[in-house]
């Protein structure tokens, strides 16, 4: 092993010293912002663009930017063929547009602010199609971006012509090198900012751009999760898009600092490890430090061998095969191993719940086509190999509530795991979920695995607790307000209060006033769940997307999620293939709880958590305590909402928002520690 170890770092320092010092790399830029159209007048093109402008200049160092705004047709051909004549022979040549854009027939256009577009014929005189941009990166030696934010709802009222108009932008295939993004993906609308000094999309990408170091998938990657965040109050959510054919290559917007490499023999270590990460101004030798960095914990023998294929021949793919031939004698050793060790006898998963017995599926389950997924070439590290997880410690189905009162410490050391109770007539009802152990984040393979949701990591409860079954609902919280213990009465949209689950309550509102309140009534302490115990709980032994399996259009039998029903009303949702009978909240425990005996932990509304948002969980705490560091300007909500996207239903989706943050798709579940 030690030996490995320091055949991976020798690899890396060689290459980067290999690469030290390469010639800048000569990048230009077209930036537009059209926003005083004569039909659809906008806010926010002209700050974006501005802005924009003003990051690739100043602070990534382009030679050189060309600055446009509201600029009418001519004005739009004469700025694409100026461009043109700099980018020619350019290494790295980006074209930003923020405005207006449309599609036909599928092909895409981009509009000036002259254009008036009575009719769709005129887009071909009034309109500069896609392809016309793409066409003017053709001198460009590496890397074409292009970056639309140009996807708002289209204004113009075109008539005649057999051709249909479509909202947002169409999807590409962009040649070799090329990058696209789109700031909404195909068929959907951009949010402009409005009462905001940009645009989310174009927010976002300006707090990633200038970070080194960042490859440029990932980089689009980051500004795809905070532009979700920031339009997660909307029925769909914005999603940006990135279409791109890239070669092995890495590109990055800003790289990492150059240093000059110390040539001075150093002392031999007990064990060389590999490198950090050394900067070099060079990306294949970023690359193969990154590679040499990441196949040292990677277990996953098919990923590496795929790994392994792309790198053949190179410092890269040695450190590759190195971990390929470790990874084979390490199972040869199991195998050995397993002839003499008798293995234990195989655990049973707890059997489903049946109190209450399972409503039936509210209509037929239909098939639908999942949401496209992103083209990918990064391939995303596997973590360090664990213990073999464990199942769920059996749960026995869930015993008739106690008394309506207050528990005494020997009522709560006779709790087992399923036991059921309440501790006054409107208070919460709360199951025992017993101590153990899960696997908390998604896997490298999961489908609509986000970054925030890594690294894979053990998370150990060694004690039982209390969670709410349910989601706290309107009754419970009307109880709180009656009391006089809540002063904000949260509207219920219209949709009723009784059984359906509270919406319209912040972090804030939950914390300093239900809580506070249901504490004095009790004696007890109630709180939020923190965010290790939400997936804990929601997993119950589960270690696929969902706690019932893999297949989104299940998700009828056990949540109320956005489904053919609501299809029928928003037309542009992205739907599970089924019907769950509701299309905005349903009361609390109208579908199948999990093994653990809890409703609802899929969709309904978003569950607030204890804890503060971190990025990542690099350094999450791994005894189930709720994580108090970082960015303590936002909170965790967990599990998705009525309107959410598929993807944002799975065990692992983390969202965040502001703590005085509002909406009619947030609410919350209580949890409460056990004594004895």
Request: glycine fraction near 8%; charged fraction near 20%.
């Amino acid at each position: 092993m030690r030996y490995v170890l320091r055949l991976i770092g020798a690899i890396c320092c060689t290459l980067v010293l290999a690469y030290a010092g390469p010639a800048e790399a000569r990048r230009v830029a077209l930036v537009i912002g059209n926003a005083d159209y004569k039909i659809g007048p906008l806010q926010n093109p002209g700050n974006d663009a501005t802005a924009v402008a003003e990051l690739l200049e100043k602070q990534l160092k382009f030679e050189k930017v060309f600055l446009k705004r509201n600029i009418g047709y001519d004005g739009f051909r004469s700025a694409l063929q100026e461009f043109s004549r700099e980018a020619a022979g350019a290494d790295v040549g980006v074209v930003y547009f923020a405005g207006h854009g449309t599609e036909v027939n599928g092909k895409n256009f981009l509009i000036p602010v002259d254009a008036t577009l009575t009719k769709a014929s005129a887009l071909d005189v009034e309109a500069i199609p896609l392809d016309t941009v793409l066409s003017q990166l053709s001198g460009v030696r590496k890397l074409k971006l292009v970056i639309l934010d140009a996807c708002r709802n289209n204004p113009f009222a075109m008539s005649g012509a057999k051709r249909t108009v479509g909202r947002g932008l169409a999807r590409i295939e962009p040649e070799d090198n090329t990058v696209v993004v789109y700031a909404a993906k195909d068929g959907t609308t951009a949010d402009d900012g409005v009462g905001r000094s940009h645009s989310p999309f174009t927010e976002a990408f300006l707090k990633h751009a200038a970070s080194p170091g960042i490859e440029i998938t990932l980089l689009f990657r980051r500004v795809r999760d905070d532009v979700i965040s920031a339009t997660s109050h909307e029925p769909q959510p914005q999603q940006p898009h990135v279409y791109f054919t890239l070669g092995s290559q890495e590109f990055y917007l800003q790289p990492q600092p150059a240093v000059v490499a110390d040539t001075k023999p150093a002392a031999q270590a007990p064990v060389a490890a590999p490198p950090t990460a050394p900067p070099s101004a060079s990306n294949d030798a970023l690359r193969v430090v990154r590679v040499c960095r990441e196949v040292e914990g990677m277990a996953n023998l098919a990923m590496l061998e795929l790994l392994y294929s792309q790198n053949k021949g190179t410092p890269a793919g040695q450190c590759v095969a190195i971990r390929i031939e470790q990874l084979k004698l390490e199972e040869q050793a199991k195998k050995k191993t397993a002839l003499v060790t008798p293995q234990p006898p195989a655990v049973s998963p707890p059997p489903p719940k049946s109190d209450p017995p399972a409503p039936a599926p509210r209509g037929p389950q239909q098939i639908v086509a999942s949401p496209p997924q992103q083209q990918q070439r990064v391939i995303p590290p596997v973590p360090t190999p664990e213990p073999p997880q464990q199942q769920a410690p059996a749960v026995t189905p869930p015993s008739p509530p106690q008394a309506v009162r207050p528990l005494g410490a020997a009522e709560e050391r006779a709790l087992r795991p399923g036991s059921v109770f309440k501790e006054c007539d409107e208070c919460p009802e709360m199951v025992v979920v017993p101590a153990g152990n899960f696997m908390m984040g998604s896997p490298p393979q999961e489908p609509g695995r986000d970054n925030a949701e890594t690294p894979q990591h053990r998370v150990t409860f060694n004690r039982p607790f209390a969670a709410g079954r349910f989601e706290v609902t309107f009754a419970e919280w009307d109880a709180c307000v009656a009391s006089g213990g809540c002063r904000h009465r949260p509207n219920d949209e219209g949709w009723g209060r009784g059984k359906r689950p509270v919406i319209n309550v912040s972090w804030t509102d939950v914390t300093t006033e239900y809580l506070r309140w249901l504490n004095g009534k009790t004696g007890k302490t109630y709180r939020l769940l923190s965010e290790a115990e939400w997936e804990y709980v929601a997993r119950a032994g589960a270690t696929t997307r969902y706690f019932f399996g893999e297949d989104m259009n299940g998700l009828c039998t056990f949540a109320n999620v956005p489904d053919l029903a609501a299809k029928e009303k928003q037309k542009d949702w992205v739907i599970a293939g089924c019907r769950d009978g509701y299309f905005t909240t349903a009361p609390v425990g109208s579908f199948r709880p999990n093994a653990f005996g809890l409703y609802d932990v899929h969709g309904n509304v978003w569950e607030w958590v204890q804890d503060c948002w971190n990025p990542n969980y690099s350094v999450a705490p791994i005894d189930g305590s709720p994580w108090l560091l970082r960015e303590c300007n936002a909170r965790v909500l967990r599990g998705g909402a009525w309107n959410s996207l598929p993807q944002l239903l799975r065990l692992a989706n983390r969202g965040r928002n502001q703590p005085e943050f509002r909406s009619n798709f947030n609410g919350f579940r209580v949890a409460r520690n056990l004594g004895g």
